[in-house]
């Protein structure tokens, strides 16, 4: 009996992944696993990349060997290489198959599978049920903090003196990038540094700041971090602050509290007269800082007195410990704060932009945050004050 060897993608998104209806020959309406035979010279996962290309005109990222499947048919043997994959780009266009869907663990079994692709079946469950924990992020984060280097790294502006980025954001970024994309295969990404954004169609994406606070880095000031959010269904699911040269690791999960090296988090109760504002005059927009010392001007005469420490992420999650009060920017981007407002809210604190709704994860937005809801609510209204709306 002959045999035939094959490639197969488990083409995952988020908690569903990728199965097509065969349209053709003897087992036509059958559902298989997209992929096909190696060509000569060809490595498994180069063939895949090419059957993948050519089935559904798209870009795949092979992310892991699964197994390999070995299944006598009637007239040869399969030998199946099967391999968990994430969509790059393009639209999965069916130039092959008849049908396609997006299967859950839950629905895996609704469709009438080939014998051998219905081997992988239980494999596929696992894959799908897995549950990610904050600790693996943690593990993750901590490990590419190696990459956050005291010396002889190489510092360049982003078009302005004040915008800077370093060799360590770049490495940083990359290591988490691909570490994270193998922990959940399918997820997006919106990340700091060469405008790395791969949000739509995602029900998982990633939110990275590589090093918050790069000009304290590149400097040598311990307030820097690295920020990771874990945004599930447009919703903070999960948040690490990690600060090396500080030693501390902030950290939240969606309805189960704030941490810091294994302490509760709890926000102070001090009114907003007592309070300390964390702030700044807007550094890659100066020509607002004339506005943003009018609005600090107002808070700082109601509350107790002013800190910057150069790092957003770094301060909300020292608001979450209760070491200040009040928090108010311009302008901030979403990996400034994903992690640390997530961490913030777990504690009891409040986040908010200009409309008085939580922040968009996907784009700028003024901040506004405070340990307790009517804090919120004066500082909002302090800086409504001087602005009708946000300029940008």
Known sequence: MKTIEVVAAIIRKGDKIFATQRGYGEWKDWWELPGGKIEEGESPREALVREIREELSAEIGVDKFLCTIEWDYPKFHLTMHCFMCSLLSGGLHLNEHEAARWLSADTLRSVRWLPADDQLLPLIEKELKKEITVDQIIAIVQEASARMVRSGFEV???????????????????????????????????????????????????????????????????????????????????????SPWRGECWWAEKGRGAFCDGKTLQVSRRPYEEGLLFTALSTYHKEWARCCSDIIYDIYMDCNDVRRTGSAAVELCLMAEGFAELYFEMRLMPWDYAAASLILTEAGGTVCGFDGAFPSLYQPSLLVAANTKENAARLLAAVKKHLDQIPY
């Not at 169609?201 to 790069?214: A, L, N, R």
């Open 156 to 242: 360049h502006d982003k078009g302005t003196r004040e915008n800077l980025v370093t060799s360590s954001d770049l490495a940083v970024q990359d290591f988490l990038t691909e570490r994270l994309r193998d922990l959940l295969p399918g997820s997006g990404f919106l990340c700091e540094e060469e405008d790395l954004r791969d949000i739509a169609g995602h029900e998982y994406v990633w939110i990275i700041d590589p090093i918050d606070g790069t000009a304290n880095y590149s400097r040598g000031n311990e307030n820097c971090c690295i920020s990771v959010a874990l945004i599930r269904g447009g919703e903070p699911y999960m948040g690490v602050v990690y």
